[in-house]
């Protein structure tokens, strides 16, 4: 039987909304962990004798005659205690037709938890808010941090491990398949890009045009840290030999960011504190699968990783993230939380007179005083912070919980 490690950051998550009546709902790539805190949770309330423990995976054939609400419902009415608490934990649950209509008839029961997992957004746009309200709270799952990447691989901090968690990323699963069997861990990476292709985008928004939509996704892949934009999408297919409208490259856009396979990160105005539309950024959910999708390394490689790696941290660290507009500038991210800012450039390397006054200068140009910090992989006895400007080193900006 597969060991389950403990995520406790999202175990305290759930348990904080366990008996409030309200519907949670875990979303996020499909392989990131959902079914692990689903499974966490199951064994944890299977020790209780007053718990009654409804489990549906929609991954497994075994429920694979649940396909609507009503199979949902009498499936729940079959197994459903009285008299216990019943935890109604169900995998999947976007590949059940009308689904939202049981678990909001269920959540009223009395003694009653309702615990879902989704991998796919626009069931939270249009199914869930629609009919739920204000009865669900939703907990996003992310692929491992770096520290739970070192815990999961039996693995000590140092620059090797780092160099392995932006080369392989966070998938939990990895750590059965073992690092260094690198063929693999790339088969595996590849079929979990596939099923979420299959699944959460072709089957769901019934694309024809597979190949269109892959090419398309290995360019956002190589455009990390690069602002994005339909005209610049289709210039670059046209010059492989491919003609797509800019409204269906929009709409494959946000069909990437709907399965969480990438996040699409909006420009912000410092000066003028308002968003800007057009040409955003684009971060992929897990460096492994970004990586698999590029075609060819180039030499700023590396950099692409560095910031992909420093998005997905503040993320994980509940910051809304912006790329950051001043003037003719441009401020790597700008991240809010609560009344906390904090902004944020990375390089690879501050090697030279001329990045430093690059990535430092953009920052002393901000006359404000958060907290502003410079990312890169300077060797740390060689990192000193200027003009109250942070500098670290990429490892201990992972490993930091609050600026």
């Known amino acids: 039987m597969e060991e389950l490690l403990h995520r406790e950051y999202y175990t305290q998550q759930i348990a904080q909304w366990l008996g409030k009546q309200i519907i949670i709902v875990l979303t996020g790539q499909r392989r990131v962990g959902k079914s692990m805190c689903l499974r966490l949770l199951a064994q944890e309330k299977q020790a209780d004798p007053n718990a009654n423990i409804i489990y549906i995976d929609k991954e497994d054939v075994a429920f694979d005659a649940i396909s609507t609400y009503e199979e949902l419902n009498a499936y729940i009415s079959e197994h459903f205690v009285e008299g216990k608490q019943n935890y109604i934990l169900i995998d999947e649950v976007q590949d059940i037709i009308g689904f939202e209509r049981s678990v909001r008839s269920w959540i009223k029961q009395p003694q009653t938890d309702v615990v879902i997992t989704g991998s796919n957004a626009k069931m939270l746009s249009s199914e869930l808010s629609t009919l739920l309200a204000a009865r669900y709270i939703e907990i996003p799952i992310h692929a491992l941090s770096y520290t739970e990447f070192l815990y999961f691989h039996q693995l000590t901090d140092s620059d090797e491990a780092l160099e392995k968690y932006l080369l392989w990323g966070g998938l939990p699963y990895l750590r059965l398949i073992g690092l260094e069997n690198t063929e693999q861990v790339k088969n595996y990476l590849q079929s979990v890009y596939d099923t979420i292709v299959l699944k959460d985008v072709v089957q769901r928004e019934q694309i024809r045009n597979v190949t269109s939509f892959i090419n398309l996704s290995r360019f956002v892949s190589d455009s990390i840290g690069k602002l994005v934009s339909p005209n610049s999408i289709m210039k670059y297919l046209r010059s492989q030999g491919e003609n797509l409208s800019s409204v269906i490259i929009q709409n494959y856009l946000k069909y990437l960011c709907?399965?969480?396979?990438?996040?699409?990160?909006?420009?912000?105005?410092?000066?003028?504190?308002?968003?800007?539309?057009?040409?955003?950024k684009y971060y992929f959910e897990d460096l492994g699968i970004r990586n698999k999708l590029v075609r060819t390394r180039q030499t700023n490689d590396i950099e692409k990783r560095i910031e992909n790696a420093v998005y997905l941290n503040l993320l994980r660290l509940g910051y809304s993230v912006h790329v950051g507009q001043l003037r003719s500038a441009e401020i790597d991210f700008v991240a809010e939380k609560g009344e906390q800012t904090i902004y944020v450039q990375v390089a690879y390397l501050i090697a030279d007179e001329e990045t430093e006054i690059r990535e430092f200068g953009n920052l002393k140009a901000i006359k404000n005083n958060h907290p502003k910090i410079v990312v890169s992989l300077n060797p740390l006895n060689t990192i000193s912070d200027i003009e109250g400007i942070k500098h670290i080193h990429l490892r201990q900006f992972l490993h930091t919980e609050n600026f």
Request: charge should be negative; charged fraction near 25%; avoid cysteine.
């Open 258 to 280: 709907n399965a969480y396979l990438t996040y699409e990160v909006q420009r912000y105005d410092i000066h003028g504190k308002q968003l800007l539309e057009n040409n955003d």
